[in-house]
């Protein structure tokens, strides 16, 4: 049994090491904002709609973005031009089929997991056990996802309330996780299955109790403590959750620019997993090609902005990480 620590960054399940948000990868000696290194696909996003109202989620109180599905079209695109430009990272790194939305609200989230298993893509997603019934949970196993963070918070119906903004959810959440663990067994499925719980006040005597709990479950690969995070920093009402931070330093550094790409449901890229209303678009991959988009004027100019030390676009310019 792996145990993990909030010592990590999570966007909706995927674990973003601080370490990540570090130094640029090698560009052409003419450019430095032009790379010769081919991007990875971090994120894609199925869907932005969720029947959820997470305190600690930006999307709740602060998305103002339009709501929508991916097309299967779109979604194939994407995975075969990364498959295509970077096979290497493609058959090795998560690729997370979320972003800031629910992907199991998605009435073929089924459908674009197994083609992303099928082009040897591992698929990975942050779910809400409360959506694991039945029928999905065998639509889900069936799909051959790689990896799946089971996000269940509280320890009772009040609790999970509290957090996740949904009543008398709790009972019914563990139920559907300890039948998806039993599934998981009938079909021999080698999916590593983590149970997360968010790292804030709101949740510490539930971590408390639970960590246990979910840590000796038979079909448990991990239980995962997640660091809380503040997202772009332009959410108040999340940002005030974080309690103290650490001192901000004066220079700013992020990988993200220089290593890996967002895509939203309706195809606009952007370049973090933090940018939750879009505001830093790239381009779109319904328009372009994502090598068009890696090396294009948005992505210059972004990774300019870094090499300046003179961070100032609305996405970044509020951001904890970048100084921490």
């Known amino acids: 049994m792996i145990r993990f620590t909030g010592t990590s960054a999570i966007q909706g399940g995927e674990d973003v090491r601080m370490d990540a948000l570090r130094s640029p990868a090698a560009a ?9 290194t081919p991007f990875s696909v971090f994120n894609i996003e199925l869907t932005n709609r969720c029947p959820f109202r997470c305190v600690m989620c930006a999307r709740t109180g602060n998305m103002t973005r339009p709501q929508g599905l991916m097309d299967f079209g779109l979604f194939r695109k994407v995975i075969d031009e990364y498959v295509l430009e970077n096979p290497k990272q493609a058959a090795q790194a998560d690729c997370w089929l979320h972003h800031f939305g629910e992907s199991l609200v998605h009435p073929d989230f089924d459908r674009f997991v197994a083609y992303a298993s099928a082009r040897g893509v591992p698929a990975a997603l942050s779910l809400n056990p409360l959506m694991l019934k039945r029928p999905t949970a065998l639509a889900l196993l069936r799909a051959r996802p790689a990896k799946l963070y089971l996000s269940i918070d509280g320890h009772d119906d009040a ?7 949904v009543a008398d959810a709790y009972d019914a959440s563990v139920r559907n996780l300890l039948d998806f663990l039993k599934l998981k067994k009938s079909f021999k499925s080698k999916v590593q299955v983590i149970v997360s719980m968010i790292d804030f006040g709101l949740n510490g005597d539930s971590i408390a109790r639970k960590r246990d709990y979910w840590s000796k479950l038979d079909g448990v690969d991990a239980f995962f403590a997640k660091e809380f995070v503040t997202w772009d920093g332009n959410a108040p009402d999340v940002s005030i959750l974080a309690g103290d931070r650490p001192p901000q330093q004066d220079h700013v550094s992020c990988r993200f620019p220089w290593s890996r790409l967002t895509v939203t449901w309706d195809g606009d890229v952007v370049p973090c997993c933090y940018d939750y209303d879009k505001r830093y678009v790239l381009g779109n991959v319904a328009k372009q090609s ?10 210059r100019s972004l990774r300019r902005e870094f090499l300046d030390n003179r961070v100032s676009n609305p996405l970044c310019q509020n951001c904890d990480y970048l100084r921490a």
């Open 290 to 299: 994502l090598k068009e988009i890696w090396n294009g004027g948005p992505m």
């Open 159 to 165: 609790s999970f309330e509290r957090i996740r903004g």
């Open 28 to 36: 052409t000696p003419a450019d430095p904002t032009v790379l010769d």
